[in-house]
Nanobody, 114 residues
C-alpha cells in the first residue's frame, strides 16, 4: 500500500484548505478511508471517515466544518476543511480502514495561524 497526502499549507483562521490522498496498492473502492491528524505533543486522532458506500462520520471537533469525500476512479480521498481554527494545526494523514499494516504516508502539514 502507498498513501500520498497533499494540499496542506499555512492558512489564516477562518480559511479553507482541501487535502488529497492518493492511494495505491489496495483495491481502493472496497475500503473505508479515514483522515487522521497529529498535533504537536498529542497523539494521532481520527478526524473523519468515509465508507465504501460513502457514509461519513466526523469527530465532534470538526463536525460542520470538514467534509470527507472520495473519487474511486482516481483512488483518492479528500478532506475539505473550512472555518479553520488554530487548534486544527497538525500533520494530516489518510489510512485505509481496516488496515493490516502499520504503514503511514508522510502526511501533509496544516498550519492555521495569523
Amino acid at each position: 500500500v502507498q498513501l500520498v497526502e497533499s494540499g496542506g499549507g499555512l492558512v489564516q483562521p477562518g480559511g479553507s484548505l482541501r487535502l488529497s490522498c492518493a492511494a495505491s496498492g489496495i483495491l481502493f473502492r472496497i475500503y473505508a478511508m479515514g483522515w487522521y491528524r497529529r498535533a504537536p505533543g498529542k497523539q494521532r486522532e481520527l478526524v473523519a471517515t468515509i465508507t465504501s458506500d460513502t457514509s461519513t462520520n466526523y469527530a465532534d471537533s470538526v463536525k460542520g466544518r470538514f467534509t470527507i469525500s472520495r473519487d474511486n476512479a482516481k483512488n483518492t480521498v479528500y478532506l475539505q476543511m473550512n472555518s479553520l481554527k488554530p487548534e486544527d494545526t497538525a500533520v494530516y494523514y489518510c489510512k485505509e480502514i481496516p488496515s493490516a499494516n502499520d504503514y503511514w504516508g508522510q502526511g501533509t502539514q496544516v498550519t492555521v495561524s495569523s
